[in-house]
């Protein structure tokens, strides 16, 4: 009959876990975790990944900072009420996020690692917003301009919100720094 270890079976002779003192385990998740981060999230690549048609100038380079961020652009004349304001932000944060997935996955994947910074501002009108656009597209910033469909509160084809972005965050603000919070 073959001898049963007694260092793997307790009195009762059943199975005991054998377990790693907690300095060991520190040190396996450490290695788990910066293994895990090394695979999954790359350094963002410097020039941008461009499209067969897009004749666009793109941003080049990313901030000094490294920061990446969307903003919102509302237009504050058409007096949304507050729901229908976070479904057109809604339209145009699910636009950018298609937008930046198709053209740049790097700087997606960056900008969601450090949280998907969002900010929401206001522009007086829609000559100010279209104006916002143009700036961007100039820098070579990603735009999801949002129409409304006009079956609740706005006229058909309504331009209500600019969305800037993902993209550097001091290009953003050459464009958006002199607006006001929503």
């Not at 788990?32 to 499209?51: A, N, Q």
């Not at 809604?90 to 997606?108: C, E, F, G, T």
């Not at 999801?144 to 603000?173: K, M, Y």
Request: aromatic share 4%; proline share 7%; with cysteine.
């Amino acid at each position: 009959m073959p001898q049963e270890r007694k260092r793997h079976r307790d009195g009762e002779g059943k199975r005991r876990r054998t377990q790693l003192p907690p300095p060991s385990r520190l040190a396996c998740g450490i290695c788990l975790g910066w293994g895990l981060r090394t695979r999954f999230f790359r350094p963002i690549s410097i020039r941008p990944k461009k499209e067969a048609n897009d004749l666009g100038h793109e941003a080049s380079v990313m901030g000094e900072s490294g920061e990446f961020k969307l903003v919102i652009v509302v237009r504050n004349d058409l007096k949304m009420q507050k729901g229908k304001v976070a479904a057109q932000c809604s339209h145009a944060a699910v636009l950018a996020y298609k937008q930046i997935q198709r053209r740049n996955p790097d700087i997606l994947k960056h900008w969601e690692y450090h949280g998907q910074p969002k900010v929401v501002l206001k522009a007086p009108d829609e000559e100010s917003l279209l104006h916002l656009l143009n700036e961007a597209k100039e820098l070579g910033l990603i735009v999801s301009l949002i129409q409304d469909a006009g079956r609740t509160q706005i006229a058909p084809g309504s331009r209500t919100v600019l969305g800037i972005g993902p993209g550097p965050a001091e290009l953003i603000d050459k464009v958006t720094g002199h607006l006001k919070l929503y």
